[in-house]
């Protein structure tokens, strides 16, 4: 990382290959969100100015990537969180590995999953009040509609990306229904961000 962070630099912080611009949700400050695996990682992170790396990449960097979030504001937000965040090695996991706006110098794909890889390594959605099972119903992990939106929207920039054709493969055999339920619900989710 320190390595690639001196090769790439300066422009490597201006990097944004998938355009996000998303605001970053007002909870990633209180913790204070209804999905669990948040709450329980945002919490850990604002108490201990610690979280174990899973929780970064998995729970706190995907949410933030299926969002949409610029990555300045991620950025921003592990460098002041974290006690052992130095910018050498924060930047690029962040910007390259959690966010994949470098365009794969770090990561060979974007770490985004669904809420069912959360539900398979934590015990997070034991105790949630959505249904990591569901897509886009009232109760449906909004990991889960996220996730699929996320594909739909920037499947341009990702479908020739050999570690995807997997997913896109079942993304492009749903119905034309589902996929618009789900951008619908996608879109209620990320403009009205601080209520889920």
Known sequence: ???MYWMLMP???KENFLENKNKLPNFFWTGETKMNCLKNAIHNSLDNG???HIQRLMITGNFALLTQVHPDEIDAWYLGIYVDAIEWVQLPNTRGMSQFADGGKIATKPYVSSGSYIGKMSNYCDACTYNKAKKFE???CPFNTLYWNFLE???EKLKTNFRMK???SVLNKMSN?????IAEKANHIIENIDAY
Do not use: L, T, V
């Open 166 to 168: 997997m997913m896109y």
């Open 50 to 52: 610690y979280a174990h």
């Open 1 to 3: 990382m320190r390595g």
């Open 153 to 155: 929207e920037k499947q």
């Open 177 to 181: 229904e589902d996929r618009i339920k």
């Open 11 to 13: 422009n490597y912080k």
């Open 138 to 140: 009232d109760d449906a």
